[in-house]
């Protein structure tokens, strides 16, 4: 099992940048893919990135490659996402995600792969 809590939202001006960071609990962090979602007003949940259970493969969505970066910690436990260059598209509450254990990174590129979600926290990114 695993939990999961979210920071490190909030407002931010168009080209600017924040870093979002995930406490994760549970024996098996070290073993499952991990990732981050979006999901805007009134739109559906969107993939984000998706970090292997090494950390060695990652996955970044088009719309923000070049842009976010995924990166984990196992020691701490933790996920990030290092969002630079924000767009005001780029505003919608942010969910970290984890797999099940030693599912393959690519499982986490869609909402179906996805075991354990947090909770989310808000990212608004003004014009």
């Known amino acids: 099992q695993v939990q999961l809590v979210e920071s490190g939202g909030g407002l931010v001006q168009a080209g600017g940048s924040l870093r979002l960071s995930c406490a994760a609990s549970g024996r098996t962090f070290s073993s499952v893919a991990m990732g981050w979602f979006r999901q805007a007003p009134g739109k559906e949940r969107e993939f984000v990135a998706a970090?292997?259970?090494?950390?060695?493969?990652?996955y970044h969505a088009d719309s923000v490659k070049n842009r976010f970066t995924i990166s984990r910690d196992n020691a701490k436990t933790a996920v990030y996402l290092q969002m630079n260059s924000l767009k005001p598209e780029d505003s919608a509450v942010y969910y970290c995600?984890?797999?099940?254990?030693?599912?393959?990174?690519?499982?986490?590129?869609?909402?179906?792969?996805?075991?354990?979600w947090g909770q989310g926290t808000q990212v608004t990114v003004s014009s």
């Open positions: 970090i292997s259970w090494s950390g060695s493969t990652s």
């Open positions: 995600a984890a797999s099940n254990p030693g599912a393959s990174t690519t499982t986490m590129t869609g909402r179906a792969g996805v075991r354990y």
